[in-house]
T-cell receptor, first 114, second 109 residues
Framework: DAGITQSPRHKVTETGTPVTLRCHQT?????MYWYRQDPGHGLRLIHY???????DKGEVSDGYSVSRSKTEDFLLTLESATSSQTSVYFC?????????????FGPGTRLLVL | TQLLEQSPQFLSIQEGENLTVYCNSS?????LQWYRQEPGEGPVLLVT?????EVKKLKRLTFQFGDARKDSSLHITAAQPGDTGLYLC?????????FGQGTTLQVKP
């Protein structure tokens, strides 16, 4: 257990509304990631963070923004949700020790945009 | 753009059978990881292979990294219903992970 929680676990929203997903970790890891998982695509990186207020874009960042004002929280915001953003969203952390590609994942947030 | 192609995408077998899942790319990766994911949960890391030609065993699971570090395979011997799940490979480069599409495995009793 890497001490990662995600909230909410399930959300239904309407097109055009803003949505914020939260990832919380308890072990002060510097690196945190947001992925989306869709059938036929595996997991794709949206944004990642390498410290408080230090973030960078991933492969599929359009339509998403992130913020990290505290080490333990990494927020993913959909400014104006679209149906194409219906997906399962996973947060991950990278431990401070061990191989740098090792990541541990949270339980996921299932988002439905109507 | 680096891509990882996993095959097959779906596999349904009887308990006791053997199976192999493949993960292929035209790109070289510094390491390759295999994850297993249960419905409603996040992926769980099974193994990381680093050296070309490396073979790692985890009970009935055997993982191999290709000599050129572009491909990998997962072989399960005598599959059990508890092996049912989604298997994902992920290639690492500069600390980021590129995931394959996943293989959904169903093992029927």
């Amino acid at each position: 257990d890497a001490g990662i929680t995600q909230s909410p676990r399930h959300k239904v929203t309407e097109t055009g509304t803003p949505v914020t997903l939260r990832c919380h970790q308890t072990e002060n890891h510097r690196y945190m990631y947001w992925y989306r998982q869709d059938p036929g695509h595996g997991l794709r990186l949206i944004h990642y963070s390498y410290g408080v207020k230090d973030t960078d874009k991933g492969e599929v960042s359009d339509g998403y923004s992130v913020s990290r004002s505290k080490t333990e929280d990494f927020l993913l915001t959909l400014e104006s949700a679209t149906s194409s953003q219906t997906s399962v969203y996973f947060c991950a952390i990278r431990p401070e020790t061990g191989r740098r590609e090792t990541q541990y994942f949270g339980p996921g947030t299932r988002l439905l945009v109507l | 753009t680096q891509l990882l192609e996993q095959s097959p995408q779906f596999l349904s077998i009887q308990e006791g059978e053997n199976l192999t899942v493949y993960c292929n790319s035209s790109s070289v990766f510094s390491s390759l990881q295999w994850y297993r994911q249960e419905p409603g949960e996040g992926p769980v890391l099974l193994v990381t292979v680093v050296t070309g030609g490396e073979v790692k065993k985890l009970k009935r699971l055997t993982f191999q990294f290709g000599d050129a570090r572009k491909d990998s395979s997962l072989h399960i011997t005598a599959a059990q219903p508890g092996d049912t799940g989604l298997y994902l490979c992920a290639g690492a480069n500069t600390g980021k992970l590129i995931f394959g599409q996943g293989t959904t495995l169903q093992v029927k009793p």
